[in-house]
């Protein structure tokens, strides 16, 4: 019985993305438009991205197309705040994003649906 109490936990650890650092403020980044701009044109390889955001970057198309299942709750949140955040403030680097990472249009409303709820 022990055993299936902890299953759930050691689910969500094999499934986190384990190179991407979980503790960058992204709140604190999309409301700094500079940041926020900088980093999406890291997303959009437009420039050079962070150590930190290269990692995300690199699990971006990944996430986009299997609907961050890979994704723990934390970094499913930080997916949430950063498209929210882009479709707040940029919403040009919103479509930029959408477009790069799901050129075909068939996965991202169906990510958008599992991230209103992080």
Do not use: S
Request: hydrophobic share 40%.
């Amino acid at each position: 019985m022990k055993a299936f109490l902890l299953l759930p936990f050691v689910v969500a650890v094999v499934l986190a993305y384990k190179d991407v650092d979980d503790n960058f403020d992204f709140e604190a980044m999309v409301k700094d438009p500079v940041a926020l701009k900088k980093n999406m044109n890291c997303f959009l390889d437009v420039e050079p991205c962070t150590p930190t955001m290269a990692k995300y970057r690199n699990h971006a198309l990944e996430a986009v197309t299997d609907g961050c299942k890979e994704c723990n709750k934390l970094e499913t949140h930080t997916l949430r705040v950063l498209l929210q955040g882009l479709f707040d403030t940029y919403p040009d680097g919103y479509i930029a994003f959408k477009n790069k990472y799901d050129p075909t249009g068939t996965h991202f409303d169906a990510l958008l649906k599992k991230l209103k709820n992080f």
